[in-house]
């Protein structure tokens, strides 16, 4: 187990890092449960308002 755990005269540098990139990805992950939840709500106030998509109808004439 001592063997996994010996980084060497490095250790420092590398427990940094990977505590950086945990920080940074926890981050991340929570900017983007943030904003699903902004989106979310725009589009539930859109559809309240009547706004629909623009490709959910076919203009007339247009094949399909």
Known sequence: MTQLLDLGPHAGFILASFGI????I???FGWI???HAALKGKLAELERQGV???SGARPSGTPS
């Open 21 to 24: 990139t945990t920080v940074v």
């Open 26 to 28: 926890a981050a991340l």
């Open 33 to 35: 449960l943030a904003d």
């Open 52 to 54: 629909r998509r623009r």
